[in-house]
């Protein structure tokens, strides 16, 4: 309910926008928009099948890809980043968009090169943590009308032939993500955050919400309960980047998220209310 259509001032105007925005690495920018990371997106990206569906919202919701190349972790984690700078300027400028209109965001972000595995106390998971708890921090400063944020952790990395985002760190980055968000609930409950994440407390504004976006990881070939599997087709010759095929895949599932979820689907569609 809280998302409204803003002026470029953050101001409630009823031919404002609000933008969803993704962030994230060239997984991310090549499964919501494009390879390159600017427009035109590819048909079968996520903002490509948006675009071709006619129950999604035209009026309000403006989607725009903020994810780029060689972006991981790291580069999201300072208000004063270069890649937040580059969104600002080339993404939503030339839309005549803010940064006071986005008030969703799609956050997958990975540490680049892990080395240390669970269940060790400096394994990579807790590393990504702390830099997820300053991502959250870091986009409530840049966009101070951010209400919702949702985490996803990367695919499979099974087939990786690079040590960019191999296994099991790709699997272990999803249990960074539940502890996340475990985090923040346990904070709002008056529970002390996570000495690792720190405050991301919602109510006080030190971040949006959290919430779960589409959770991406299979073991390889072998299906999980909705039929979800990775094959080694969906990946491009490093085993990392996805092909055409894995980029669908994953587009086919954050448009379906978007359309059902009932935190989404009242201003991700046309024509609906919240309750």
Request: aromatic content about 10%.
């Amino acid at each position: 309910n809280a998302i409204r259509p803003l002026d470029v001032n953050g101001d409630e105007h009823p031919f404002g926008k609000y933008v969803l925005l993704s962030i994230g690495m060239s997984n991310t920018s090549q499964e919501w928009c494009s390879e390159s990371s600017a427009p035109p997106c590819s048909a079968w990206s996520f903002t490509g099948r948006a675009a071709n569906d006619p129950t999604v919202n035209r009026a309000s919701l403006v989607i725009v890809n903020g994810a780029a190349d060689s972006q991981d972790a790291a580069a999201w984690i300072s208000p004063a980043s270069s890649a937040y700078e580059r969104i600002r300027t080339a993404r939503l400028n030339p839309l005549g968009l803010s940064e006071n209109q986005v008030q969703i965001a799609w956050v997958n972000i990975a540490t680049a090169r892990p080395v240390a595995a669970l269940p060790s106390d400096t394994a990579d998971a807790h590393l990504l943590v702390t830099t997820l708890g300053h991502v959250l921090r870091t986009l409530r400063i840049r966009y101070p009308n951010l209400q919702l944020v949702f985490l996803s952790s990367r695919s499979y990395g099974g087939y990786a032939t690079i040590d960019l985002s191999p296994e099991p760190y790709a699997y272990e980055e999803g249990l960074a993500v539940k502890w996340t968000i475990e985090s923040q609930i346990n904070e709002a409950r008056g529970v002390a955050a996570d000495p690792r994440a720190g405050s991301l407390d919602y109510a006080k504004r030190a971040a949006p919400l959290a919430l779960w976006g589409p959770y991406l990881w299979a073991d390889g070939a072998t299906a999980r309960a909705d039929g979800l599997a990775w094959l080694r087709a969906d990946f491009e010759e490093d085993g990392t980047q996805p092909s055409q095929s894995g980029e669908s895949k994953v587009a086919a599932i954050l448009l379906e998220f978007f359309k059902g979820s009932p935190h989404t689907r009242c201003w991700f569609l046309a024509n609906q209310h919240c309750l």
